[in-house]
Structure formats: C-alpha cells, structure tokens
C-alpha cells in the first residue's frame, strides 16, 4: 500500500514510456542560473514567525508584525478575547522621535528593537546607540533618561558552605576544609585525586568525587593554511574513542564537622562524553540527608539514579531503567518533585517514550501519566500545587502525520488529559506567565505558518493572530514538497519522507532521483514545517526529483523502529528508504529509479559513502562530506550508544574503509581539514583504503574547514558532480575566460 498525506497528488498525464531527462548543456546553464534566481524567495514570507511579548502576567502580549515593502506595525492582542489594536499611535511615536532624534523617522519602520514595554502599558523604553529613552504612551514625550547601572548579583565565593561559616578547597587533589572567619584548617582528607565537590544545604556534609584516569588519548590537527599566514600549525586535544578506557569517579562523604571522609559502595562511574572535562556533580534535593547521581553503565543498556546517604555513604538506586538493546540518552527525561517526593521519569519500558511517577524515597512506581503508544518530546512545565504537567508528544492524531508534535496537560495521575493543540501540523508554543494563555505556531512543508492564540487550560481557540503571507514568494513559482507514505520492509510500517521537484518539469520525461540522509538514530530528520526554500529544492531546479527519507532506526516512532539501528548503523534505514523510492516510482513513472544519487554530512557522509558499498544495485552517485566512515573513529559516546560494548567484530564489519574495495558507481569525498567533531582521518582512511583499491573517487580537503558540507565552494561541487554523474552533462565551466 502506498499512499501520500496530507495533500492531493498532483495529476499529470503520464506514461509508462517516459524518456529520461537529458539536457543539453546550454539547458544546465540555465538551470543554474534559475537556481540561483530562486535563493532570493528565502526572505519574502511575511510573518513566518510571530515573537509573542507577554504583558505582565499575560493578560496581553504585543508582537511585531511584518508588512509588505519592509514596513512592520506593532500590535496588541487581549489574551481573553484574542481582538487586535495597535500597541500605540504609530504616528505620534514617530513625531516624538524624529523630534527627539533629530531625525525623520517613518511611522511604518520605527526602530524598535531593542525595546521594552512597560507591564502598565503606559510608557515604553528604547535603546538607540547605547542610550536609554522612554516614550510616555498618554502625551508621547520622548525623553532621555539616565541608564540604570544593573548591579550583578553576587554569587557565593567557590567552596563556600551555605551558611558562609566553612569553605572547601580542592589542592593537589586533596579536599581541604577551612573556617571561613579565621581560615583556620579543620580537615585534609587523606584520599587524592579529588576532581569535584559540593556542600550538602546543612553545611555540614560534603559530596565528593574522587577521578581514575582513563587513557585520555588524544586526536589530532593541522592548520595548513592559516589567515596570517606563517607555517603551519599543529593542535592535539584528548578525545575518547570507542573501546578506549575512560575517566571514572569514585563518590565519598565528607564530614566536616567530624572530620571524616566515607567511600561510598557505589561503583566507580563515569559521566558521558567527555569524562574528563565534566566531572560529576552531587544533585542535591531540599535538606534530605541523601544526595543523588544519574549516571549511565558503559554500554549504554542501563540508566540508573541513585541516593547516597550522607550518614553511611551507602548508595540506593531510586530509577534502574535497562533495555536488551540501548537506553536512549539523548532522549531521556526527568523531573523531581521535592514537596512531595516524586520523581517523574521518561521511560521506554512499554515499547514507547511515555513518563511515569515514581516515589522519589524509595523508587516505587505510583503510575503511568501519559498514554500509551505516544512518544512524549518534553516536559514543559510541572505545577505541583495542581497536581499536572504540561508536556509536548507525537504519534498522537491517527489522521495526522505521526512526527508532528502537539502539547498536552494532564493530572499527574494520568487522568484529565487536554489537548492543547489540534491543527494539522507540526506545533511549538510559547506559554503567558501566569500560564493561562498559549500562542501556538504550526505550519507543514505543504502549508505556511499560522499563530495561534489558545487556552491553556482547555485548549480552545480564541483567535488566529497571523497567518504567514507567501503572496511574493509565490510569484517565484516555487513547488510546495510533496508528503509521501510508502511501506517499510516489514510491509506494515509507514515510512514517511518528502519530494521535491524542479520548478520547470515534464511529467512526461524521467528525472534522476536523489537522497538527502541522514540517519543518525539520535533523532528523526524529515523537515515537518514549512521553509521558504531550501538546498534540495535549489538542487531540483538542476532537473532533478530530491527527496529526503526517515528510515527504521531513527527515533520518535517507538522502540521497534529504533532498535534497527542497534549494532547496525550501517543498515541505515537503506532497505526502507529503497522501497519507498520504489514506491514513489511506481506512483510517478517520471521518477527514474535507474539513475538514482545521495549525499550526507557527518553520520550523512558515513552513510552516503555506504549506499554506494552495500547498495550499488540501486544507488549509482554519492557525496559524502565529514563522514564518520568507521564507528571506531569516532567519538564513543555516540557509537558506543547505538554499536554497543564492548568493540565487536560487527564494527569491522560495518566499517566504510573495512569494505572500501567494494565501491562501485562514482564517490565524492569532502573533508574539512579542522574537524573537531569527526577526526579527519575518518575519511583521510577511506581515501588511503580506496587508494590502495585502485578505485576511482573524487576528494576535496577544504582548508580551515571543521565539520561541514564543504560551504558555498562545496555545494557547487556537489551540484556539478550530480549534474556530470547523473544527467551525463557538463557543469558550467567556471574557469573560462569571462565574456566582456
């Protein structure tokens, strides 16, 4: 079954007998010069996004509305009954600024901001060239006035205790305690290598954290070119690979009143990705006698919080959430509760992103809060007094696109839930003060903008505020991307992606298609809101179908989907997204699965490079910049989290540069020279790899560059080798002499 959502599918007469897209060269110059007309269609939507300025605790708010010719007007809109006015006389500012100013200011462009409105809605301040003027809203003078010297609060000095009477010090690794009045010492402990420590709220105890060195290995770069000139340099920082022995911590119990220090039964323990730059800290909850830790086991299949006493230094684990495959910390979720000891907690226990309420003293679960087969995205406010939390989710409308997000309130005993947004579309909201009031923006890839003002605690519409205006942007004759649903391998799934397609197409001729990937499990990367333009449409104006794919094992569709790329990263969705081009195929006898390309940065890059090694029965051209070409290269938080641990075989297995002998079609590499994220020997190995291969591939080393798509001079590359590659003609030759 495939299907398309949520708009018609265009009707075009085709047939079965399409003959594929061959331009001439003269026809691919024009096509880049169309390409390139069309960047200026970014900036005419109007009221793409609406800032809501809430007045006082959100009986009101105020927003800058934007009108054709780049004129703008302020308004007012009551949060009860969602009517519009103007914030002020336009005219009258004006005049009292060009008086003021000694300038002439137009009413329909007034320089505003930097501008504050007052709660009493009676005045308004303005900053312009580093002075401060206030316009009084009942006579509109325009006076100078003195700027406030904001005083900047003054925090604790380091290892204060709460009551100021006692101070810590951490020196040579050792924790030291002095009076605060005469620095008198009162305690050394007599443990070292102390990485971090803080006071408990009784200024009595501390927790400290005492640090086992890992490899600390380092990775390397060189600055080949730099701005001024000179040799070149060289720069080397540590960096954990996977596999590599990490930083731990072991956690004590200091007592300074005593004197005495207590190694907690808690295991050494490390923090995440950069160990040794972040050590723990102690979260310490009201004056209860314990502290707590959140921390996760290498591996990544448990995530555990836990109390340490500060009487016996005994650790109790409070949450052990555990999977056979991964714990996803990138999505995790918690909120304590310190009035009424709870703790709610995101969990995928049930095969889904739900949050649930636990007793915070002993761990117990009290009961689930949201519903079932729903992915909850964020917690985005808790109020304990009501007994509810707002939060946002997706997979929520059976007859919407399942990744759009909407927001929600419920008890936390998961009864009374509210929808708080309905519209078909992607949602974010920003909340009144007093929390009475939503403005609520949503839009899809196929549908502009619309704000709208609603109640929070019903989720009834009071007004729509704006609505985008693309009246200018659609005199460029942009095509709207298509939504389109096809099955997945299991033949139940719905894989869901986009299509974008050249502003001047013949049905009735057959386009190469090309993938933007990315299929980092970390989240789910198909755009879900409306762009003015992007780089795939400025692609598909060079006569090509570009679409872009959420495969299995990316998130936010539940574990089952995710737990493909468990290690697997080198599936990379590929199976999904081969039969959902089929599909769109299939649908569009113009789409020419023959002739089909793909390009990626970063974890993109690793799986471009990998469409063209493990499915060149399909995919014929890549581009592949920054790519992590092997998981081993990388930094292990992000590998070990999806490939497991410890280092398998399967990592080899999977490795770009380990199957380098097996590329066919035509490869092109970028790299940029400083990349912090990726170490560029990632794809400098792949290079040597496809070297000694005797393959063919092209490669471009930008100078100075980190973690990137190579740019402006990288993405001209990228087209032009889409361009030589798939339609078989050649780019613009930019090195010839220019015509006078």
Not at 440 to 461: C, F, K, Y
Not at 612 to 629: D, R, T
Not at 643 to 652: A, L, N
């Amino acid at each position: 079954m495939v299907c398309v959502a949520p708009i018609l599918l265009l009707a075009f007469a085709t047939s079965t007998a399409n003959e594929p897209y061959a331009p001439s060269r003269e026809e691919i110059a024009r096509s880049y010069q169309r390409a390139s007309e069309i960047t200026r269609a970014r900036n005419t939507v109007l009221n793409m996004t609406l800032t809501p300025n809430w007045i006082g605790s959100g009986h009101a708010l105020w927003y800058k509305k934007q009108l054709p010719g780049g004129r703008h007007e302020y308004l007012r809109v009551d949060s009860k009954t969602g009517q519009k006015a103007q914030l002020f006389d336009h005219t009258k500012i004006a005049q009292s600024l060009s008086t003021a100013w000694s300038a002439n200011i137009d009413a329909t462009r007034l320089p505003l901001d930097e501008m504050q409105f007052a709660d009493d809605e009676k005045s308004l301040t303005i900053v312009r060239e580093n002075q401060n003027w206030r316009v009084d809203l009942e006579t509109y003078e325009c006076t100078r006035i003195t700027r406030e010297t904001q005083r900047q609060p003054q925090g604790g000095r380091p290892g204060l205790s709460p009551d100021g009477k006692l101070r810590y010090e951490l020196r040579d690794g050792k924790l030291l305690v002095f009076e605060t009045a005469t620095n008198t010492h009162k305690f050394e402990s007599t443990s070292t290598d102390f990485a971090s420590a803080s006071w408990a709220p009784n200024s009595r105890h501390i927790a400290a954290f005492r640090v086992i060195p890992g490899d600390r290995k380092q990775v390397y770069l060189i600055t080949s070119s730099p701005r001024d000139g000179g040799r070149a340099t060289f720069s080397a920082r540590d960096y954990d690979l996977p596999g590599d022995k990490l930083d731990t911590y072991e956690t004590f119990v200091i007592d300074a009143n005593e004197g005495t220090e207590i190694k907690s039964d808690l295991e050494p323990f490390w923090t995440g990705g950069r160990p040794w730059a972040s050590p723990p800290r102690a979260q310490w909850r009201g004056n209860e006698g314990r502290f707590f830790i959140q921390l996760t086991e290498r591996g990544y299949q448990a995530v555990r919080v836990v109390a340490i006493d500060l009487q016996t230094a005994k650790a109790t684990t409070i949450i052990d959430e555990r999977s056979n495959t991964f714990v996803d910390t990138t999505a995790l979720l918690r909120r304590d509760l310190t009035k009424t000891n709870e703790i709610i907690w995101r969990s995928e226990r049930d095969g889904f992103g739900r949050l649930y309420l636990h007793d915070l003293q002993t761990g117990n679960l009290k009961n689930v809060i949201t519903p079932p087969g729903w992915v909850v995205r964020s917690i985005e406010h808790v109020d304990e007094e009501a007994r509810t939390i707002t939060f946002s989710a997706n997979n929520t409308k059976q007859d919407q696109d399942p990744y759009f997000i909407h927001f929600f309130r419920v008890g936390l005993d998961g009864q009374n839930l509210v929808r708080l947004t309905e519209s078909n579309g992607q949602h974010r909201v920003s909340f009144s003060p007093d929390r009475n009031t939503i403005l609520a923006t949503w839009s899809r890839v196929d549908s502009p903008p619309v704000h709208e003002l609603r109640n929070a605690t019903t989720g009834q519409l009071i007004s729509i505020v704006e609505q985008a205006d693309i009246t200018a942007w659609e005199q460029y004759g942009i095509r709207l991307p298509e939504v389109f649903v096809a099955k997945g391998r299991d033949g139940e799934t719905d894989i869901w992606g986009i299509v974008c397609r050249p502003r001047e197409f013949d049905p009735n001729k057959k386009y190469p298609i090309i993938e933007n990937i990315y299929a980092g499990p970390h989240d789910s990367f198909v755009p879900k809101t409306f762009s003015p333009l992007t780089r795939m449409q400025e692609l598909a104006e060079l006569g090509f179908i570009v679409v872009q794919i959420d495969g299995m094992g990316t998130r936010n569709r539940g574990k089952k989907f995710h737990d493909v790329c468990w290690q697997n990263i080198a599936d990379a969705g590929f199976p999904d997204r081969i039969l959902w081009m089929r599909a769109l195929a299939e649908r569009y006898p113009y789409v020419d699965v023959e002739r089909v390309g793909v390009y990626g940065t970063s974890a993109g890059g690793q799986s471009s490079t990998g469409a063209l090694l493990f499915h060149p029965e399909f995919y014929k051209v890549a581009v592949s910049s920054c790519g992590c070409h092997d998981n081993r290269m990388d930094k292990f938080w992000w590998n070990e989290q999806w490939m497991g641990y410890p280092v398998g075989k399967h990592y080899e297995e999977q490795s770009n540069i380990t199957n380098a002998s097996k590329l066919q079609g035509k490869l092109m590499l970028i790299l940029g020279e400083l990349d912090t994220n990726v170490p560029p020997e990632s794809t400098l190995r792949l290079v040597d790899a496809l070297i000694r291969a005797n393959k063919d591939f092209d490669f471009l080393m930008i100078p100075n560059g980190g973690h990137t798509d190579g740019g402006a001079y990288g993405e001209q590359r990228r087209r032009d080798f889409f361009v030589r590659h798939l339609h078989g003609v050649e780019p613009p030759d930019r090195n010839a002499p220019r015509q006078r």
